[in-house]
């Protein structure tokens, strides 16, 4: 499977996972999970809310493949 994320978004997700001592893909595997659990909101507007300044920046940013 091949997902393209944006260049910003995914040095965001490594430096989660190395500050959760995971790998890439079980942080993008837990996230996936949780939030299909409904532990994560689902609203776009309390995504908006959460990460207002990720957003603006990562819509700047070239996406990336990752694997």
Do not use: H, Y
């Not at 997902?3 to 997700?13: K, M, Q, T």
């Not at 890439?24 to 995504?47: C, F, K, Y």
């Not at 920046?57 to 694997?67: F, G, I, V």
């Amino acid at each position: 499977m091949t997902v393209r994320i944006e260049a910003g978004l995914l040095e965001e997700l490594r430096q989660l996972a190395r500050e959760e001592n995971r790998t890439l893909t079980n942080l993008i595997e837990t996230v996936l999970r949780q939030r299909l659990a409904g532990a994560v909101p689902s609203s776009s507007a309390s995504e908006a809310k959460a990460v207002p300044a990720r957003t603006a920046k990562r819509k700047k940013d070239k996406p990336t493949n990752a694997a």
